[in-house]
């Protein structure tokens, strides 16, 4: 199943989300000759289309064909650190830089420790901003999420609550680890996970593509993509993927455990910690009708 929207409700209780119909991909695909498949499958989405051709055309065998899975992360994170993000937390969009590397300030990379990262902070470093609102608007241990495992290995088409997300993609970086210790999983780790893996993807640090058993997993910009696609005489006859967005919105997944611990259950937070987050489908939230009784 491929979800199309959600609506989640701030209740008291905690976060609830309703899921719209599912986009019906599968009836899209299945029949189709292999390569029309391979195809028509990113066309389907505006997001993260090229790793979703790279996948379909590795599952099925076919050349991979010259997409780049890095480049289409680097465009995607930097429109988010200077455009989506900043809006989402009332700053002023920068404009997107020829040499991404300038968003870290002179030294052209994230800090590695916290002693660089509290000089960071405070610097000039057109990133830097964000990450400094992120501080003052979320205390430690707000809007967070326990450390959920990765998508397991054996098994990346396995449905449940996982980190599949461009932080958790980075969770060894040492920044990150510090800061996950002294704050937890919460919206600064997340932003400045969306740095380290823009800064692996430009030094071409990031997991490759792979396919096992007809099933592909390809990094994106969300997290890493799964996709196995059957054949019977070059025809499309089975479809299943999973997404970073999955394992997001699952029940116990990243995004409703963080909206769950808003600071004060802060509404008007929300938005933020879902820009964070990142679902790639249209997300609305709503407040519970108060009860009246």
Known sequence: MTLSAVTITLAADGPRLAAAPPLPVEA?????????AADLLPRLFNLCAGAQ?????????????DGDPAAEIVRDHLARACVT??????????RLPADPATLFGPAGRLPRDRADFSDWIASPAPAAALAARLVALFPAGAATCPALPPPPADDPLAEGAFENSA??????????????????????????????DLEAAMEGRLPPATCHNGIAVVPAARGAYALRLTQTAGIVTGLARRTPTDHLLAPGGALLQSLARLPGADGRLAPLVVALHDPCLPVTLREAEPCTR
């Open 28 to 36: 899209l695909i299945l029949g189709k000759p292999v390569t029309e």
């Open 53 to 65: 051709g790279l996948a379909a055309r590795l599952s099925l065998g076919l050349p991979p064909g």
């Open 85 to 94: 993000l900043r809006a989402a937390a009332g700053l002023a969009p920068l």
């Open 167 to 196: 932080a958790g993609r980075q969770a060894d970086h040492p920044l990150l680890r510090s800061i996950e210790a002294d704050q937890g999983r919460g919206p600064l780790w997340r932003y400045l996970g969306l740095l380290a």
